[in-house]
């Protein structure tokens, strides 16, 4: 099972990126998806989530209104797409698959990706 996440990169205050985070290894259509993401010198903290069928999402308060998780279970990929970015969004962003249908837990994610970098410039 491996997890690829891509997409990150260096973008202003302001701006707009689209991270991506394609699945192989096994079909993940049954199982929820998310997004972490890990400041310098900081925890890993949730940002959002997508239930299996992709009809429900749950949101940290920091991406509320500004981010929007999808995935496309044809492409095994869950996206997030970020808006209104901020200096304090930088940070390495990881992917997950839970092991259940729509994960309210961290403790549910069983399956991690290697992290993207997100850089915002003020």
């Known amino acids: 099972v491996q997890l690829q996440a891509c997409g990150g990169g260096l973008v202003q205050t302001g701006g707009s990126l689209r991270l991506s985070c394609a699945a192989s290894?096994?079909?993940?259509?049954?199982?929820?998806m998310g997004w972490f993401r890990q400041a310098p010198g900081k925890e890993r903290v949730f940002v959002a989530a997508v239930s299996s069928s992709g009809g429900r999402t749950y949101y940290a308060d920091s991406a509320k209104g500004r981010f929007t998780v999808s995935r496309d279970n044809a492409k095994n990929t869950v996206y997030l797409q970020m808006n209104s970015l901020k200096p304090e969004d930088t940070a390495a962003y990881y992917c997950?698959?839970?092991?259940?249908?729509?994960?309210?837990?961290?403790?549910?994610?069983?399956?991690w990706g290697q992290g993207t970098e997100l850089t915002v410039s003020s």
């Open positions: 290894g096994r079909t993940f259509s049954n199982y929820g």
């Open positions: 997950a698959v839970a092991s259940v249908p729509f994960p309210v837990l961290t403790t549910q994610y069983n399956y």
